[in-house]
């Protein structure tokens, strides 16, 4: 079984032991997802520890837009729950890349698929790019800050 499952697992009990309502109903959630993947598609199966993190991280984004439409229909504090739980999960997640990092990480890529194609790449290699970059950045960044430091590197 996955280790972060095996963690999740185990901090849920300590949840229900303190009584930290937020905390355990996060973990639930979370828990919930990650067997929802497991049994997804043909045949179950055990996810590993990446496999996870891309569920966990899946679910942030979730609350996260969760609560900025919760913001905008005027529900601060149903906001504030949404918030709270991106919070809880966030823990569990690799810590993320600033901006200077990620335009490090987008500078290989760039150079990777220029000695690739045999000259600098244009807009039009821009999959290729974030390929690149995706690979190296690893569920460490938001796929749209990559997206934007990439597009902003192609159009000068």
Do not use: C, H, W
């Not at 390929?131 to 597009?151: F, L, M, S, Y």
């Amino acid at each position: 079984m996955a280790e972060l499952k095996n963690r999740l697992q185990a901090d849920l009990t300590a949840a229900m032991k303190n009584r930290e309502k937020t905390r355990l109903a996060t973990l639930r959630m979370a828990l919930a997802a990650v067997t929802t993947e497991e049994v997804a598609g043909t045949e179950a199966r055990e996810l590993t520890d990446d496999e996870v993190l891309k569920v966990l991280a899946r679910e942030v984004r979730k609350r996260k837009e969760a609560a900025e439409a919760f913001s905008g229909a005027g529900r601060a504090e149903q906001a504030q729950l949404e918030l709270d739980e991106a919070e809880v999960l966030t823990a569990y997640l690799p810590k993320q890349l600033d901006d200077t990092e990620i335009a490090a990480l987008v500078d290989e890529a760039v150079a990777e698929v220029t000695t690739q194609l045999g000259e600098a790449p244009g807009p039009r290699q821009m999959g290729q790019i974030m390929k690149a970059a995706n690979t190296k950045i690893a569920g460490r960044a938001d796929g749209g800050r990559v997206a934007a430091v990439v597009k902003a590197k192609l159009t000068g």
